[in-house]
């Protein structure tokens, strides 16, 4: 048995994706279960994953609530970069800003249940896509600032999406794409003072670890229902998918206390995608 606080999945770039799951002193090779019955309890102790400190109330992806107001990482600008002030020497934590903000970050063009645009510093290329779930995707632009990759970002979901359809991404419910003529479109479509930030990005493509596609999708509630027991079929963006449908999304979770062990399900086979 494996007991620790759920936190991000590492995942390498290889094919297919190889994940691992941190519980406490120990690191799970998450592929290694694949088509294997497993059994995962909450233990219903919640702990701070900026902190650290035991909660009895999760906000946002896992932060107690001091931290949730005063942690950089909750900055509006996380989600909305073009209210990103880091090149100004200003935000919650301006030397966390300066180290990871101040920073080239790209714009890039991602196919994970649909064309999106998205925004990453330059250091998280592939990680980000692998944590979309996305099938292939191109850096369009690269700034020397998370402020300037935002107000690309900004400019250009007037004409695409800048969420991931978890749901699509998940059933795998969308088609492969030109994404070199669909990066070629959406540099054109750069405002006159950006597009000096343009660049010819090379198409990425990945293929994630999953035994078969699923059927139907029940996303679980770890605060609720504390218990999950099956076969893992499979493992996309930051997703654990079930034989029966269940899916959990492990980030959002992120300072929940699990056990994870041996199912008693049966063992399925399939092929990748």
């Known amino acids: 048995m494996y007991r620790g606080n759920l936190t991000k999945m590492p995942a390498q770039q290889a094919n297919p994706i190889q994940y691992t799951l941190p519980l406490g002193d120990e690191s799970l090779a ?17 702990y701070c994953v900026s902190c650290g400190n035991a909660i009895s109330k999760r906000y946002g992806q896992g932060f107690c609530y001091p931290c949730m107001m005063e942690s950089p990482l909750n900055s ?13 020497g200003q935000g919650r934590d301006p030397e966390w800003e300066e180290k990871h903000h101040n920073q080239p970050h790209v714009v890039y ?34 700034t020397p600032n998370r ?24 059933m795998g419910e969308f088609p492969m794409l030109d994404m070199v003529t669909e ?19 090379e198409l990425v493509e990945l293929t994630f670890p999953v035994l078969r596609k699923p059927s139907h999708l029940n996303s679980v509630n770890l605060e609720k229902a504390f218990e999950i027991e099956g076969t893992l079929t499979g493992i996309r963006g930051q997703y654990l998918l079930w034989e029966d449908g269940k899916v959990l999304n492990v980030r959002r979770y992120a300072g929940v206390e699990i056990e994870w062990m041996e199912g008693v399900a049966q063992p399925v086979q399939g092929t990748l995608f």
């Not at 998450?30 to 497993?38: A, D, F, K, M, S």
């Open 30 to 46: 998450v592929n290694q279960w694949l088509g294997r019955p497993i059994k995962l309890i909450a233990t219903g102790n919640f």
């Open 76 to 88: 509006e600008c996380i989600v909305r970069p073009e209210l990103c002030r880091a090149h100004l």
């Open 109 to 142: 063009l991602a196919n994970s249940g649909g064309l999106k645009v998205g925004v990453t510093r330059d250091t998280q290329v592939p990680t980000r896509w692998i944590d979309q779930g996305a099938s292939q995707a191109i850096i369009i632009a690269a």
């Open 147 to 170: 402020y300037l990759a935002g107000q690309i970002e900004v400019a250009l979901k007037n004409f695409y999406n800048d969420k991931t359809n978890w749901r699509k991404m998940l």
């Open 183 to 201: 990066s070629e479109k959406a540099r054109g479509l750069l405002p006159q003072d950006l597009k000096a930030y343009a660049k010819e990005g």
